[in-house]
């Protein structure tokens, strides 16, 4: 008999979701973490906005499942007394060759059955009267939301559950024997194991490595992940005000761009930037040396700030299966039995939007197992 039921592999957001929701009828659960603590690399980096769904492909995954995990995320949020705040957001057109990107981003919103209003110059001046613009998207669904408060309610809800949540667990292989998995995995330089009959590898950064421990070539199955930098940079109180909800700029194939973030403590933050960096590299510094180039891509939405008004504050790294100049992916999200791995999840490529996502990841993930 198996040491476990379930073993997820990642506490981050969506293990975490994973874990929480599993573990209301299948107790017997064991979360993973290779960190102190859990949600402490991308789930912990981000921009922590609940994402409407306006610009992923229709029928895709990150499509159906932002939608579905963003009306869940509001009903968490007033349930159970998770920061949040419905911001709104503006798509800000600073040309008037952009307005006539709007007609495509109106179809493929309203496909993803997500609510977009046209404004014109005067009505989007009139929400915000400091951004440069020659008409606008609105957006009602989008707000923001504390990871971390979210992350919590995971956290206590699969202990509350009777999960267990095993940190500093960093995993170092996995085979299958018979019908269960063995999963080893090293603790301060002592490697030990346990077995699970089912295993779900939500493990974010690494998780094409984890596929890989279990047999599955991520070179030939286009798995391999890209580390994709994105830095943040805050805005002097003075000048804080200057816009009251996200703001973004009309989006490119890699990227949304470098938007405004107002978060839950009034702080303003510009960011992210797109920064494909190599060998896999762990590096969360935000440079002074890109200030000018920051402030340039900021004035684009608000003109009044100067490069002195802003501050390096912090970075995050997705793991994004798309490859640079690429076409965009969409999330992998596979119960891998054609592979002869019955009981084996694979979460691959869980960018953005999976904060948004991480509530309907996890009922996906139980409709596929269970």
Same mark, same amino acid.
């Given at each position: ?8 592999i990642?506490?981050? $957001? ?9 573990s209301?009828?299948? %107790? ?15 789930? #912990?980096?981000?921009?922590? $906005?609940?994402?409407?769904g ?9 499509? =159906?499942?932002?939608?579905?995990? =963003? ?11 998770i920061?949040?705040? %419905?911001? +709104?957001k ?5 040309? +008037? +060759?952009?307005? &006539?990107e !709007?007609?495509?981003?109106r /179809?493929n ?5 997500v &609510?977009?209003? $046209?404004?014109?110059? +005067?009505?989007?001046?009139k ?22 408060d979210?992350? *919590?309610?995971?956290f206590?809800?699969? /202990?509350?559950?009777g999960?267990?949540?095993q940190?500093?667990? /960093?995993v ?5 024997v018979?019908? @269960? ?9 002592s490697?030990?194991?346990v ?9 974010g950064l ?10 599955i070539?991520?070179n030939?199955?286009?798995? =391999?992940?890209?580390? $994709?930098?994105?830095?943040? !940079? #805050? ?13 973004? %700029?009309?989006?490119?194939? @890699? ?7 107002? *978060?839950?403590?009034?702080r ?20 002074e040396?890109k200030r000018?180039? !920051? ?22 790294i997705?793991?994004k299966?798309?490859?640079?100049g690429? %076409?965009?992916? *969409?999330?992998?999200?596979?119960? @891998? ?6 009981g084996f ?20 993930? &139980?409709?596929?197992?269970?």
């Open positions: 008999m198996a040491d476990f039921e379930i073993a997820v990642g506490a981050g $957001v969506v293990g975490l979701a994973i874990a929480a929701r599993l209301q009828h299948h %107790p017997h659960l064991v979360l993973l973490e290779k960190n102190e603590k859990y949600g402490m690399e991308t789930s #912990s980096r981000n921009s922590e $906005v609940i994402h409407a306006l610009f992923y492909e229709p029928g895709s995954l990150k499509a =159906r499942l932002c939608v579905e995990g =963003r009306d869940e995320l509001y009903s968490l949020c007033k349930v159970h007394g920061g949040y705040r %419905p911001l +709104t503006l798509i800000t057109a600073t040309t +008037t +060759t952009e307005l &006539e !709007f007609d495509s981003i /179809q919103a309203a496909e993803n059955g &609510e977009l209003q $046209v404004l014109d110059k +005067t009505a989007a001046l929400l915000e009267p400091n951004i440069r613009t020659e008409g606008a998207l609105f957006s009602p669904l989008t707000g923001i939301i504390s990871a971390h979210l992350m *919590d309610y995971f206590h809800t699969a /202990q509350s559950n999960g267990i949540v940190h500093r667990c /960093q170092i292989g996995i085979r299958q018979n019908s @269960e998995y063995r999963i080893t995995f090293d603790e301060a330089g490697r030990s194991s077995t699970s009959e089912i295993v779900i590898n939500a493990a690494g998780s094409d490595l984890i596929a890989q421990m279990i047999g070539d991520i030939k199955e286009d798995l =391999r992940l890209s580390y $994709v930098k994105g830095s943040y !940079f #805050s805005i002097t109180q003075s000048k804080a005000k200057l816009i009251s909800r996200l703001v973004y %700029p009309m989006p490119s194939n @890699e990227e949304l761009g470098i938007h405004s973030l107002i *978060d839950l403590g009034g303003l933050k510009f960011g992210p930037d797109l920064e494909y960096l190599e060998d896999r590299t762990i590096d969360y510094s935000v440079v040396n000018h180039v !920051f402030a340039e891509s900021i004035r684009r939405i608000l003109p009044a700030i100067n490069d002195e008004d802003i501050t390096p504050d912090m970075s995050g997705r793991p299966l798309q490859k640079k690429a %076409p965009a992916r *969409d999330f992998v999200i596979v119960h @891998e039995t054609v592979r002869g791995l019955s999840v694979n979460l691959i490529g869980i960018e953005s939007p999976g904060l948004t996502s991480s509530p309907a990841i996890a009922r996906y993930v &139980e409709q596929l197992l269970f």
